[in-house]
């Protein structure tokens, strides 16, 4: 008896579940597995925002005790909570002027001594490539964390060129430091800031420049370029053979009463004698140009060092060029990189929009500097979007 109905049994649940799936499949409907605890965790990210900062104490120098309780960070006009502040390696792109023709003060062999200053005094295990521009645009060492194999390339292949395509300079940066870790990019420019691109081509590179989270060094020429701007446009070039003879023959022969004062006629004192001092319109002109172009160059750099966080440094002499590179490298090893989770989801906003940044101190006699925003775009990146939930 107890058999027949637990056969019975077993024959009414089969039915109902026969029946149920039945229904199931008429109605379109799938059943789905349950997941498992890994593939949960696949696709739960942290979000996290890198943004690197530079910290000084009171008398100018790198303060070594950040913490975070020390920083306060600002997003959009809402404080964030500071998760880590930490000190990685960088990703140094040096990117250096050698167009000597529209500005003659720019020289390879002082560009290449300022290039070596910046390399030997980066730290071990930051990365380094080279690129060198002038109407065109060379890299002359990809990716490496060997500085004596940069330092090599900069000797070696760093020559003069015609032309100053800097915006073309500043993509190819951007392409690069794409390729690294987002947190502690920087591109280090030696240049006098004459471009001789279009402004649409320019604006392109600046964006892609601020969309790679980059922190812009500029080491400029245009402060060399002023103490030589401040001589006479006129020069006064060595004496030709029988110029003293001929200035002894002017007061005594080959003057015509008949005509005005200063004019002379054919004879021993011909119009094109030399008189030691030459005057070229030319010349000037393209002086008066460069002067324009480095100028209005200086701003837009100075504008977008202050976007990225970076510092322009307009040394008044070459020395100083080569004291600066040295302490740009000093100061990229000196920056902390800041995270914290930001309270607007990065995964709900555009790609292209823009957050606004605002670092300050909590700690007295502290000094920080950083970017002024990001793309979010650019924290969306698969390295940048966080790590897996464990």
Not at 174 to 199: C, K, W
Not at 230 to 254: N, T, Y
């Amino acid at each position: 008896m107890f058999l027949r109905r637990l056969r019975y049994l077993f024959a009414t649940m089969s039915v109902v579940i026969l029946c149920a799936a039945a229904a199931l499949g008429q109605s379109g409907v799938r059943v789905r597995p349950t997941p498992t605890p890994e593939e949960e965790a696949e696709s739960i990210f942290v979000e996290e925002v890198r943004l690197p900062v530079f910290a000084y104490n009171e008398k100018g120098l790198f303060d070594p005790g950040l913490d975070v309780d020390d920083v306060l960070v600002v997003e959009d006009g809402v404080p964030q909570q500071v998760k880590s502040v930490r000190r990685t390696p960088a990703s140094v792109v040096l990117v250096l002027g050698t167009g000597w023709d529209l500005d003659p003060i720019v020289r390879a062999n002082t560009t290449r001594d300022v290039a070596l200053s910046i390399i030997q005094n980066l730290r071990d295990g930051d990365r380094l490539a080279v690129v060198q521009f002038s109407g065109r645009v060379d890299t002359l060492q990809g990716w490496t964390g060997d500085r004596a194999q940069a330092a090599r390339a900069v000797r070696s292949k760093l020559a003069s060129g015609s032309g100053s395509n800097l915006s073309r300079a500043l993509r190819r940066a951007s392409e690069l430091l794409s390729e690294q870790p987002v947190g502690n990019r920087h591109l280090v420019l030696v240049t006098d800031g004459i471009d001789t691109a279009g402004s649409k081509e320019y604006e392109e590179a600046v964006k892609r420049l601020i969309a790679s989270q980059t922190t812009l060094h500029v080491v400029s020429y245009t402060g060399v370029a002023r103490e030589q701007i401040k001589l006479p446009w006129w020069k006064a070039p060595p004496e030709a053979p029988g110029a003293a003879q001929a200035r002894a023959d002017q007061a005594v022969v080959g003057i015509d009463p008949t005509r005005p004062p200063g004019m002379r006629g054919t004879g021993i004192n011909p119009p094109d004698i030399n008189s030691g001092v030459r005057i070229d319109p030319a010349l000037r002109r393209r002086r008066k140009e460069a002067e324009r172009e480095m100028h209005r160059g200086e701003s837009r750099l100075k504008t977008l060092t202050e976007e990225t966080g970076g510092r322009l440094l307009v040394p008044d002499s070459v020395e100083g060029m080569m004291t600066e590179g040295a302490s740009v490298a000093r100061e990229i090893d000196s920056q902390y990189v800041v995270t914290y989770s930001p309270k607007r989801p990065l995964r709900k906003a555009q790609p292209t929009e823009y957050r606004k940044i605002h670092v300050g101190a909590r700690r007295q006699g502290l000094n920080l500097r950083a970017r002024r925003g990001y793309i979010v775009g650019t924290m969306r990146q698969p390295e940048a979007e966080g790590r897996q939930k464990q």
